[in-house]
């Protein structure tokens, strides 16, 4: 059975820096032939977003919104991906989600993260 598990949101100023964690369990993490993991995030009143994706062990793509201040990465050993936040801005304020396509579509329960004075 596929989990997702994110931790790591919270409350930051602008400016700030977050780290975001997705633990994963139920597939073969560094079988990059079967699994493509991104992240997402939603504002409240707003469509949920492709945030960063990595396909295989380092080929990441960002959203424009973000290009230059997060960083996507993963560590096999541990079976966990990341989502280095840097220079917050109120804008980033949503829950993220962690996401994987294994056969289909699986997702985590969400972190929030609040960006604010």
């Known amino acids: 059975q596929v989990q997702l598990v994110e931790s790591g949101g919270g409350v930051v100023q602008p400016g700030g820096s977050l780290r975001l964690s997705c633990v994963a369990s139920g597939f073969t993490f560094d079988d990059y032939r079967t699994n493509f993991m991104k992240w997402y995030r939603q504002a409240p009143g707003k469509e949920r977003e492709l945030v960063a994706a990595?396909?295989?062990?380092?080929?990441?793509s960002y959203a424009d919104s973000v290009k230059g201040r997060f960083i996507l990465s993963r560590d096999n050993a541990k079976r966990t991906m990341y989502l280095q936040m840097n220079n917050l801005k109120p804008e980033d304020t949503a829950v993220y989600y962690c996401?994987?396509?294994?056969?289909?579509?699986?997702w985590g329960q969400g972190t929030q993260v609040t960006v604010s004075t």
């Open positions: 990595i396909a295989g062990p380092i080929s990441t």
């Open positions: 996401n994987v396509i294994f056969g289909r579509e699986y």
